[in-house]
């Protein structure tokens, strides 16, 4: 076998550099996240519920809906949890817990389905099952849909009607070469450019010549005469299919393909402002203040302001706990009503803060659009971050301001009407603005997965 000489390392030198040359700008842009945006990658993505997170959110909505249903049609308890709005892990989650009363004994099972995004595919969103009842597991994912067979052996399981783990018989895509009965999900509206593909292709067979085929039959093809020479043609194909390659990626024009984004931002919120109090005799009022103050909010809302009230759920170590609260939102600012009865005593209180959370791009896939034919950039969205600016908060000042004039308003407007002899402090608490211009995102690196074992109590996503 001849050996290389000088001349065969400086090719594949040249030719390793113009690979790292050109898949270096790739390789940084997948390695560098969603994160902050710069000012080149705010785009005005249009809002809908046509993306796959409000698919999700939907395709959950419904088979909460129909879980819940039949657990009341079969008289069985649960406790149910949902992941947040906005957040990139869609998912809902039952507990099924039955007490036997001879004993301090109890029957824990779990059900947990995940709703997963696969954008421009053909199926768009799929369904992970976790399945737990004691010490037995079971998590099984590629689900297209759930029958509701399978709904009704899942809460046999659960609830302990059923001994062994249930197999689950809906519709799941094909996650190995040999389920050929099953659908695959493959990208539906994007097709492979085959034209850079072949170019790539053979460029890749000539390198493969040029570095192994140096010596014996194989260079004797490229080789001069005399042996001495060197594989020029197959140096020759690397260059010229490469450069091909890279030439017409250059040269063509790049479409973006976005479906759009939620009409809901995820929730990253820094605290700015608040205020508080404990106003006598006002508890048994309770429910005529608050509609008290969504009438006052409400006819004096600002053009751009949405006021709304929204029930927020939490575990706590006693259980589900459930609470109303009045939201209000302008642009990037959110502030939260909280009006609870506490016996005699009514608590009023409100803070705002400033939304950091965004919806950003990341890349899913590249190709050949088969609607139009163009090449695009094929991109989802994510949840990201975004660091405030002075102007989004004065849009939270002001809704802070806004937000404490209505409420403070009602509340001297109910001690006046019911001759209630008590001090009340308005003074807001205010918090530094300047921390909220240099707020960092608190999880610096990608959210893992989290483990659905059944005494994880998480509401949030």
């Known amino acids: 076998m001849a050996s290389f000489s000088i001349w065969h390392w400086a090719i594949v030198l040249i030719i390793a550099g113009y690979l790292w040359l050109a898949l270096l700008p790739r390789m940084r842009a997948a390695v560098g996240g969603a994160g902050e945006l710069d000012a080149l990658s705010v785009v005005p993505l249009p809002r809908g519920d046509i993306d796959s997170q409000s698919k999700a959110e939907a395709m959950r909505d419904a088979l909460l809906l129909r879980l819940r249903k039949r ?9 149910s949890f949902e992941s947040i709005k906005g957040s990139d892990r869609v998912w809902l989650r039952l507990e099924f817990v039955q007490q036997i009363p001879e004993a301090p004994l109890s029957l824990r099972g779990a059900l947990v389905i995940e709703v997963e995004r696969h954008d421009f595919h053909r199926f768009e969103n799929l369904l992970k099952v976790h399945l737990g009842r004691g010490s037995l597991r079971r998590v099984v994912d590629g689900y297209i849909e759930l029958g509701d067979a399978d709904i009704e052996s899942a809460l046999d399981f659960v609830v302990g009607q059923r001994g062994p783990l249930p197999r689950l018989r809906s519709r799941r895509i094909r996650q190995s070469l040999l389920q050929l009965w099953r659908p695959k999900n493959k990208i539906a ?36 005469s005399d042996g001495s020479g060197v594989e020029a043609l197959p140096a020759l194909v690397v260059v010229l299919c490469l450069g091909l390659g890279e030439f017409l990626s250059r040269r063509r024009r790049v479409h973006v393909l976005n479906i759009g984004r939620p009409k809901s931002d995820p929730l990253a919120l820094i605290r700015l402002d608040s205020w508080q109090t404990t106003v006598n005799h006002l508890g048994p009022r309770h429910g005529e203040v608050r509609a008290e103050v969504l009438k ?51 608590y009023v209180a409100w803070d705002s803060h400033v939304n950091a959370g965004i919806w950003v791009e990341q890349e899913a896939a590249r190709g050949i659009d088969r609607p139009t034919g163009k ?13 405030p600016n002075e102007y989004d908060l004065n849009d939270a000042s002001f809704l802070t301001e806004w937000i404490h004039a209505g409420v403070t308003a009602v509340i001297r407007q109910k001690v006046a009407e019911h001759q209630i002899d008590q001090d009340i402090d308005f003074t807001v608490q205010r918090e530094s603005r300047s921390t909220a211009l240099r707020a960092e995102r608190s999880d610096g690196e990608p959210q893992k997965a989290r483990r659905f074992g059944l005494g994880a109590l998480k509401r949030s996503g």
């Open 375 to 387: 090449h695009v950039l094929a991109n989802r969205v994510v949840s990201g971050w975004q660091r």
């Open 296 to 346: 006052r909010l409400g006819a004096s809302v600002p053009a751009g302001v949405v006021v709304a009230p929204e029930t927020v759920s939490y575990a706590s170590i006693d259980g589900k706990v459930e609470r109303e609260q009045i939201v209000a939102r302008f642009r990037r600012a959110m502030a939260f009503v909280h009006l609870e009865a506490y016996g005699d005593e009514l």
């Open 189 to 224: 509206r994007i097709r492979r450019d085959w034209i850079k593909t072949a170019l790539w292709s053979v460029g890749l067979i000539a390198l493969l010549v040029l570095v192994a085929g140096v010596g014996g039959e194989g260079a004797a093809l490229f080789n001069s």
């Open 71 to 79: 657990c009341d049609e079969r008289g069985i308890a649960f406790t």
